[in-house]
Every structure is written in C-alpha cells, then in structure tokens.
T-cell receptor, first 113, second 110 residues
Framework: AAGVIQSPRHLIKEKRETATLKCYPIPRHDTVYWYQQGPGQDPQFLIS???????DKGSIPDRFSAQQFSDYHSELNMSSLELGDSALYFC????????????FGEGSRLTVL | EDQVTQSPEALRLQEGESSSLNCSYT??????LFWYRQDPGKGPEFLFT???AGEEKEKERLKATLTKKESFLHITAPKPEDSATYLC???????????FGKGTHLIIQP
C-alpha cells in the first residue's frame, strides 16, 4: 500500500541557509501534519493543513513556513537555519473522515552545521 | 494544555517476560488516544486508537487499554523484534495535532 513519501531523506545545510522539505500524503488523504523530532525527544507538532488551508499551528518558528498545494502535497520551508533546527522532520497524513490516526512518513533528517 | 507522561522511560526485558507500559494524560476533551511504535531513524508506526474509557484493542502480542486518566500497553511474551520506542499520543479538543509523550524505549533481550 502507498505510504507518505518525504523528500529528501537527508539534508545537510550551513547556518543561515534555507531548506525545503517535501511531503506527498497517502492518496485520498487531504490533511497533512508536520512534526519536528529532536534527538531523544518526542515529536513536536509544527503545523497542519486541511484542503490546502492551514488548519492549526503548533510550535513552528516564524522562520519556517509551509503550504499545501492543489495535489495535496505539502512543503515546509525553513530559512535562516540554526544549529537547533537539526532534527528529524516528519510529515503525516490522515483520512478525509479524520479519525485522528496519523500515518507518518519516514522523515527527513536535517543537519545544520 | 494537553500533557502526556509515559513510564518507564526505558525498559529492558528478557524474551518471553511480559510487562506493561504506562501512559498518563491530561487533556481537555479527549477525542482519541493513540499508540505508536517507532524504530530508530524511522517514522512512528500506528498501532492502536482508543476512544473511550474501558475500551481495549489487541494486536498480536500487544494489548492497549484505556481509563479516564491513563492507558496501558501490555506486551505478552515479547520477542526481540518488539524492541522499539513506544509512543503514546492524545488528540484533544483544543488542538488539531496529536500531543505525544516522550516514549518508552523497550529492549527485549534474547
């Protein structure tokens, strides 16, 4: 079965650079969530989109922005990268009826040097 | 603010030694409690959803239960392949995203 696809899987950037992460949800899933997971930490909710509109915002820094496109894929844009932004970034999607169950991608590992 | 506390932080068991993981939560209007399994460097893998106190779900060697204040993940006769971090998360009335606990790192020794 198709899963949530994230790219790139690994990304290395310098401080103050910009990075973009992409997420392709499971077909028919119209809601996308972004989570950040630091080493040894629990996933922290960043932002979510439903039907291409932002639906909720968590602990997303102002330096980050995201959007969902007409084909339901989403992109997380991160600017002025800091060392503390190094983490695993997960995208998750849910069924249209949204039972709360999140289906996670494999994650994008961002390393900021 | 929704809060999830998992215990223990880490647990080492012998193969076949049954045990339980705890998830205590405070949430305004629980819409669902979720258990996920996470392997190192991988995304969380969905295991169970529990919606109301008294509900139980089973899958192979795992059984999840829910009360009004906590959930337990019981693991019966575990095998080494059950080694992973088990995350508990709540879906509350105020937030769109799930709030996760810090997880229990489970190691099953052969």
């Amino acid at each position: 079965a198709a899963g949530v696809i994230q790219s790139p899987r690994h990304l290395i950037k310098e401080k103050r650079e910009t990075a973009t992460l992409k997420c392709y949800p499971i077909p028919r899933h119209d809601t996308v969530y972004w989570y950040q997971q630091g080493p040894g930490q629990d996933p922290q909710f960043l932002i979510s989109f439903y039907e291409k509109m932002q639906s909720d915002k968590g602990s997303i820094p102002d330096r980050f922005s995201a959007q969902q496109f007409s084909d339901y894929h989403s992109e997380l844009n991160m600017s002025s990268l800091e060392l503390g932004d190094s983490a695993l970034y997960f995208c998750a999607s849910t069924l249209p009826e949204n039972t709360g169950e999140l289906f996670f991608g494999e994650g994008s590992r961002l390393t900021v040097l | 603010e929704d809060q999830v506390t998992q215990s223990p932080e880490a647990l080492r068991l012998q193969e076949g030694e049954s045990s339980s993981l705890n998830c205590s939560y405070t949430v305004s209007g629980l819409r669902g409690l979720f258990w996920y399994r996470q392997d190192p460097g991988k995304g969380p893998e969905f295991l169970f959803t529990l919606y109301s106190a008294g509900e139980e779900k089973e899958k192979e060697r795992l059984k999840a239960t829910l009360t009004k204040k906590e959930s337990f993940l019981h693991i019966t006769a575990p095998k080494p392949e059950d080694s992973a971090t088990y995350l508990c998360a709540v879906w509350g009335g105020g937030a769109d995203g799930l709030t996760f606990g810090k997880g229990t790192h489970l190691i099953i020794q052969p």
